[in-house]
Protein backbone atom coordinates (compact mmCIF):
# COMPACT_ATOMS: atom_id res chain seq x y z
CA UNK A 1 0.00 0.00 0.00
CA UNK A 2 1.32 3.57 -0.69
CA UNK A 3 -0.63 6.61 0.09
CA UNK A 4 -0.62 9.67 -2.69
CA UNK A 5 1.68 12.62 -2.20
CA UNK A 6 0.55 16.26 -3.42
CA UNK A 7 3.32 17.76 -5.96
CA UNK A 8 3.17 20.42 -7.39
CA UNK A 9 3.65 20.82 -11.19
CA UNK A 10 4.29 23.47 -13.88
CA UNK A 11 4.75 21.75 -17.08
CA UNK A 12 7.95 23.49 -18.26
CA UNK A 13 8.98 23.27 -21.30
CA UNK A 14 12.36 24.83 -23.14
CA UNK A 15 11.48 26.95 -26.34
CA UNK A 16 13.51 29.09 -28.67
CA UNK A 17 11.50 32.15 -29.84
CA UNK A 18 11.73 33.54 -32.85
CA UNK A 19 10.62 36.88 -33.45
CA UNK A 20 9.11 39.27 -36.63
CA UNK A 21 9.89 43.28 -36.41
CA UNK A 22 7.60 45.96 -37.37
CA UNK A 23 9.12 49.33 -38.91
CA UNK A 24 11.12 51.25 -35.85
CA UNK A 25 9.95 54.60 -34.35
CA UNK A 26 11.47 57.27 -35.15
CA UNK A 27 12.23 61.25 -33.03
CA UNK A 28 13.25 63.87 -35.88
CA UNK A 29 14.37 67.68 -34.46
CA UNK A 30 12.32 70.06 -33.96
CA UNK A 31 12.79 73.57 -35.01
CA UNK A 32 15.43 74.17 -33.17
CA UNK A 33 19.10 75.62 -33.96
CA UNK A 34 22.08 76.06 -32.07
CA UNK A 35 24.88 73.88 -30.44
CA UNK A 36 24.19 70.84 -28.56
CA UNK A 37 25.66 71.38 -24.86
CA UNK A 38 24.66 68.32 -23.19
CA UNK A 39 23.05 65.46 -23.84
CA UNK A 40 20.91 63.03 -22.05
CA UNK A 41 20.14 60.18 -24.13
CA UNK A 42 21.96 56.70 -24.56
CA UNK A 43 20.68 53.88 -26.79
CA UNK A 44 18.38 51.02 -24.86
CA UNK A 45 17.66 53.21 -22.07
CA UNK A 46 13.64 54.04 -22.27
CA UNK A 47 13.16 57.67 -22.74
CA UNK A 48 9.70 58.83 -21.10
CA UNK A 49 7.88 62.07 -21.64
CA UNK A 50 8.88 64.48 -19.58
CA UNK A 51 12.24 63.68 -19.75
CA UNK A 52 14.94 65.72 -21.03
CA UNK A 53 16.88 64.65 -24.52
CA UNK A 54 19.40 66.93 -24.87
CA UNK A 55 20.51 70.51 -24.35
CA UNK A 56 20.79 73.23 -26.79
CA UNK A 57 22.10 76.44 -26.30
CA UNK A 58 21.80 75.75 -22.59
CA UNK A 59 18.41 75.41 -22.72
CA UNK A 60 17.25 71.74 -22.18
CA UNK A 61 14.59 70.10 -24.68
CA UNK A 62 12.31 68.10 -23.11
CA UNK A 63 10.52 64.88 -24.66
CA UNK A 64 6.72 65.02 -24.92
CA UNK A 65 4.45 61.97 -26.04
CA UNK A 66 1.40 64.35 -26.87
CA UNK A 67 -1.82 63.62 -29.03
CA UNK A 68 -0.24 65.78 -31.96
CA UNK A 69 3.05 67.32 -32.27
CA UNK A 70 3.50 70.97 -31.43
CA UNK A 71 3.64 72.91 -34.51
CA UNK A 72 3.35 77.01 -33.78
CA UNK A 73 4.32 78.89 -30.98
CA UNK A 74 1.48 79.33 -28.68
CA UNK A 75 0.80 82.60 -26.57
CA UNK A 76 -2.25 83.73 -24.55
CA UNK A 77 -5.55 83.05 -26.02
CA UNK A 78 -4.69 80.80 -28.56
CA UNK A 79 -7.03 77.84 -28.95
CA UNK A 80 -6.59 74.51 -30.29
CA UNK A 81 -5.78 71.00 -29.86
CA UNK A 82 -1.82 71.59 -29.79
CA UNK A 83 -3.08 73.89 -26.78
CA UNK A 84 -5.15 71.11 -25.52
CA UNK A 85 -1.79 68.62 -25.83
CA UNK A 86 0.36 71.99 -23.90
CA UNK A 87 -2.20 71.71 -21.08
CA UNK A 88 -2.34 68.04 -21.03
CA UNK A 89 1.48 67.95 -20.72
CA UNK A 90 1.30 70.66 -17.95
CA UNK A 91 -0.93 68.74 -15.61
CA UNK A 92 1.68 66.03 -16.39
CA UNK A 93 4.30 67.89 -15.08
CA UNK A 94 2.45 68.69 -11.76
CA UNK A 95 0.76 71.71 -12.54
CA UNK A 96 -2.33 70.63 -11.66
CA UNK A 97 -4.51 73.97 -11.99
CA UNK A 98 -4.53 73.83 -15.67
CA UNK A 99 -7.76 72.58 -17.58
CA UNK A 100 -7.57 71.05 -20.53
CA UNK A 101 -10.22 72.93 -22.30
CA UNK A 102 -7.62 73.80 -26.07
CA UNK A 103 -8.11 77.27 -24.63
CA UNK A 104 -4.37 78.99 -23.10
CA UNK A 105 -5.89 80.72 -20.31
CA UNK A 106 -4.49 82.32 -17.45
CA UNK A 107 -3.98 79.71 -15.69
CA UNK A 108 -2.37 77.68 -18.35
CA UNK A 109 -0.05 81.03 -19.24
CA UNK A 110 1.44 81.05 -15.57
CA UNK A 111 2.12 77.30 -15.51
CA UNK A 112 3.54 77.78 -18.80
CA UNK A 113 5.86 80.38 -17.21
CA UNK A 114 6.94 78.45 -13.68
CA UNK A 115 7.47 75.31 -16.49
CA UNK A 116 9.91 77.32 -18.89
CA UNK A 117 11.87 78.44 -15.70
CA UNK A 118 11.15 74.95 -13.72
CA UNK A 119 12.14 72.50 -16.71
CA UNK A 120 13.99 73.88 -19.25
CA UNK A 121 15.98 76.37 -17.11
CA UNK A 122 14.52 79.61 -18.88
CA UNK A 123 15.43 83.24 -17.13
CA UNK A 124 12.09 84.72 -15.37
CA UNK A 125 10.16 87.03 -17.80
CA UNK A 126 10.82 90.47 -17.56
CA UNK A 127 8.75 93.55 -17.34
CA UNK A 128 5.56 93.16 -19.92
CA UNK A 129 7.25 89.94 -21.92
CA UNK A 130 4.76 87.84 -22.54
CA UNK A 131 4.65 83.40 -21.87
CA UNK A 132 5.31 82.09 -25.12
CA UNK A 133 5.27 78.32 -25.91
CA UNK A 134 8.05 77.79 -28.41
CA UNK A 135 7.75 74.28 -30.39
CA UNK A 136 11.55 73.91 -30.57
CA UNK A 137 12.00 73.66 -26.74
CA UNK A 138 10.52 69.87 -26.48
CA UNK A 139 10.95 66.56 -28.92
CA UNK A 140 8.00 64.66 -29.87
CA UNK A 141 7.94 61.01 -29.20
CA UNK A 142 5.87 58.88 -31.09
CA UNK A 143 5.35 56.51 -28.04
CA UNK A 144 6.59 56.77 -24.17
CA UNK A 145 7.98 55.20 -22.83
CA UNK A 146 11.01 54.18 -25.97
CA UNK A 147 13.11 52.21 -26.44
CA UNK A 148 16.32 54.03 -28.35
CA UNK A 149 18.65 52.09 -30.70
CA UNK A 150 20.66 54.44 -31.73
CA UNK A 151 20.91 58.45 -30.77
CA UNK A 152 22.10 59.93 -34.04
CA UNK A 153 23.73 63.45 -35.00
CA UNK A 154 23.54 64.70 -31.33
CA UNK A 155 27.35 65.59 -30.11
CA UNK A 156 28.37 67.96 -27.57
CA UNK A 157 29.46 70.74 -28.96
CA UNK A 158 28.59 70.25 -32.75
CA UNK A 159 25.29 72.29 -34.50
CA UNK A 160 22.00 70.69 -33.43
CA UNK A 161 20.97 68.50 -35.52
CA UNK A 162 18.97 70.50 -38.56
CA UNK A 163 14.82 70.56 -38.40
CA UNK A 164 13.38 67.11 -39.01
CA UNK A 165 16.31 64.95 -39.15
CA UNK A 166 15.87 62.03 -37.28
CA UNK A 167 18.13 62.13 -34.30
CA UNK A 168 16.41 58.85 -32.49
CA UNK A 169 15.88 55.67 -33.97
CA UNK A 170 14.05 53.24 -31.92
CA UNK A 171 14.10 49.49 -31.49
CA UNK A 172 11.79 47.95 -34.08
CA UNK A 173 8.75 46.61 -32.09
CA UNK A 174 8.01 43.06 -32.50
CA UNK A 175 5.32 42.28 -34.83
CA UNK A 176 4.89 38.38 -34.42
CA UNK A 177 6.25 35.94 -32.49
CA UNK A 178 6.97 31.85 -33.26
CA UNK A 179 7.94 29.11 -30.06
CA UNK A 180 9.01 26.31 -30.75
CA UNK A 181 9.98 23.55 -28.27
CA UNK A 182 13.78 23.07 -28.23
CA UNK A 183 13.46 19.52 -28.05
CA UNK A 184 11.55 18.53 -31.60
CA UNK A 185 9.80 15.41 -29.95
CA UNK A 186 8.45 18.05 -26.92
CA UNK A 187 4.70 19.19 -27.71
CA UNK A 188 3.87 23.07 -26.14
CA UNK A 189 0.91 22.48 -23.46
CA UNK A 190 0.09 26.10 -23.45
CA UNK A 191 -3.18 25.53 -25.05
CA UNK A 192 -4.75 23.39 -22.30
CA UNK A 193 -6.70 24.38 -19.96
CA UNK A 194 -4.94 27.13 -17.20
CA UNK A 195 -3.17 30.36 -17.15
CA UNK A 196 0.63 30.11 -19.41
CA UNK A 197 3.58 32.22 -19.25
CA UNK A 198 6.65 33.11 -21.13
CA UNK A 199 9.65 32.72 -19.01
CA UNK A 200 12.40 34.55 -20.71
CA UNK A 201 16.03 36.34 -19.40
CA UNK A 202 14.21 36.07 -16.29
CA UNK A 203 11.34 38.14 -16.44
CA UNK A 204 7.47 36.93 -17.42
CA UNK A 205 5.87 37.28 -20.39
CA UNK A 206 1.90 36.33 -19.99
CA UNK A 207 0.43 34.35 -23.13
CA UNK A 208 -2.73 34.96 -24.55
CA UNK A 209 -4.37 32.26 -26.86
CA UNK A 210 -0.76 30.29 -26.53
CA UNK A 211 1.12 33.56 -27.92
CA UNK A 212 2.94 35.82 -26.00
CA UNK A 213 1.77 39.25 -25.15
CA UNK A 214 4.10 41.57 -27.93
CA UNK A 215 4.62 44.70 -26.24
CA UNK A 216 5.99 43.07 -22.90
CA UNK A 217 8.06 41.12 -25.28
CA UNK A 218 9.08 44.04 -27.30
CA UNK A 219 10.98 45.48 -24.18
CA UNK A 220 12.63 42.52 -23.44
CA UNK A 221 13.81 41.25 -26.31
CA UNK A 222 15.69 44.79 -27.54
CA UNK A 223 17.07 43.79 -30.83
CA UNK A 224 17.63 40.38 -30.35
CA UNK A 225 15.64 38.02 -33.29
CA UNK A 226 16.10 35.10 -31.04
CA UNK A 227 16.30 33.94 -27.86
CA UNK A 228 15.38 31.07 -25.14
CA UNK A 229 13.12 30.58 -22.76
CA UNK A 230 10.47 28.41 -21.22
CA UNK A 231 6.23 27.90 -21.26
CA UNK A 232 5.39 26.86 -17.84
CA UNK A 233 1.94 27.45 -16.13
CA UNK A 234 1.50 31.14 -14.46
CA UNK A 235 0.48 29.44 -11.08
CA UNK A 236 1.18 25.51 -10.22
CA UNK A 237 -1.01 22.73 -10.82
CA UNK A 238 -1.64 20.35 -7.55
CA UNK A 239 -1.20 17.12 -8.86
CA UNK A 240 -1.26 13.57 -6.35
CA UNK A 241 1.68 11.66 -6.83
CA UNK A 242 1.77 7.66 -6.71
CA UNK A 243 3.83 4.63 -7.81
CA UNK A 244 3.78 4.01 -11.49
CA UNK A 245 2.34 0.20 -11.18
CA UNK A 246 -0.73 0.96 -8.67
CA UNK A 247 -2.15 2.67 -12.15
CA UNK A 248 -4.16 0.33 -14.16
CA UNK A 249 -5.81 0.67 -17.66
CA UNK A 250 -8.93 -0.73 -19.14
CA UNK A 251 -9.56 -2.32 -22.67
CA UNK A 252 -11.67 2.13 -23.39
CA UNK A 253 -8.27 3.31 -22.50
CA UNK A 254 -9.51 4.49 -19.06
CA UNK A 255 -7.21 4.87 -15.90
CA UNK A 256 -7.95 3.48 -12.60
CA UNK A 257 -6.41 2.29 -9.49
CA UNK A 258 -7.18 0.30 -6.24
CA UNK A 259 -8.05 1.94 -2.80
CA UNK A 260 -8.56 -0.02 0.77
CA UNK A 261 -12.00 0.40 2.01
CA UNK A 262 -13.25 -1.69 5.01
CA UNK A 263 -14.44 -4.15 3.55
CA UNK A 264 -11.79 -4.58 1.09
CA UNK A 265 -10.81 -3.19 -2.26
CA UNK A 266 -12.52 -0.26 -4.25
CA UNK A 267 -11.74 1.03 -7.96
CA UNK A 268 -11.24 4.82 -8.64
CA UNK A 269 -11.32 6.53 -11.71
CA UNK A 270 -8.55 8.66 -12.26
CA UNK A 271 -6.70 11.27 -15.05
CA UNK A 272 -3.04 11.01 -15.80
CA UNK A 273 -1.27 14.40 -15.95
CA UNK A 274 2.17 13.33 -16.63
CA UNK A 275 5.16 10.93 -15.67
CA UNK A 276 8.14 11.25 -13.69
CA UNK A 277 10.85 9.55 -12.39
CA UNK A 278 9.45 6.70 -9.97
CA UNK A 279 5.99 8.64 -10.38
CA UNK A 280 2.59 8.85 -11.96
CA UNK A 281 1.10 12.05 -11.50
CA UNK A 282 -2.55 12.09 -11.13
CA UNK A 283 -4.84 15.17 -11.83
CA UNK A 284 -7.44 16.03 -9.67
CA UNK A 285 -8.01 12.53 -8.34
CA UNK A 286 -11.04 11.91 -5.30
CA UNK A 287 -8.15 9.60 -4.46
CA UNK A 288 -6.59 12.25 -2.19
CA UNK A 289 -4.76 10.80 0.80
CA UNK A 290 -6.24 7.14 0.40
CA UNK A 291 -3.83 4.46 0.40
CA UNK A 292 -3.46 2.57 -3.08
CA UNK A 293 -2.39 -0.60 -4.13
CA UNK A 294 1.22 -0.41 -5.00
CA UNK A 295 0.90 -3.78 -7.61
CA UNK A 296 -3.08 -4.35 -7.62
CA UNK A 297 -2.33 -7.51 -9.99
CA UNK A 298 -0.49 -9.29 -7.13
CA UNK A 299 -3.00 -8.25 -4.45
CA UNK A 300 -6.23 -8.90 -6.61
CA UNK A 301 -5.00 -12.34 -8.76
CA UNK A 302 -5.16 -10.73 -11.67
CA UNK A 303 -8.24 -8.98 -11.86
CA UNK A 304 -6.23 -5.08 -11.24
CA UNK A 305 -7.52 -4.02 -14.53
CA UNK A 306 -10.31 -1.31 -14.57
CA UNK A 307 -13.09 -2.57 -15.54
Do not use: H
Given at each position: ????????ALDRTPVTVSVERAEPPVVLAPQ??????????????????????????????????????????????????????????????????????????????????????????????????????????????????????????????????????????????????????????????????????????????????????????SRIAGEQEELNGEVRRADPLALL???????????????????????????????????????????????????????????????????
Amino acid sequence: MAAPTIVEALDRTPVTVSVERAEPPVVLAPQWSGTVTALYVTADEDIESGDAVAQVDGLDRIAVASSVPFYRSLSAGDRGDDVAALQSMLRESGFNDVVVNGFLDDATAQALSRWSQDVLGAPQLVGNEVVTFDPATVVWLPESPMRPGSVEGLIVGSPAPGPGSVIIRGVAPVAAATLRPLDPEDSLQSTQSGSWVLEVKNEVVPLIDGSPELNTLSRIAGEQEELNGEVRRADPLALLAVPPRSVRSGAQGEYCVWVQRPNGYEEVSVELAQGRSGQTLLVDSSVNSEMVLVNPDAILDGRGQCS
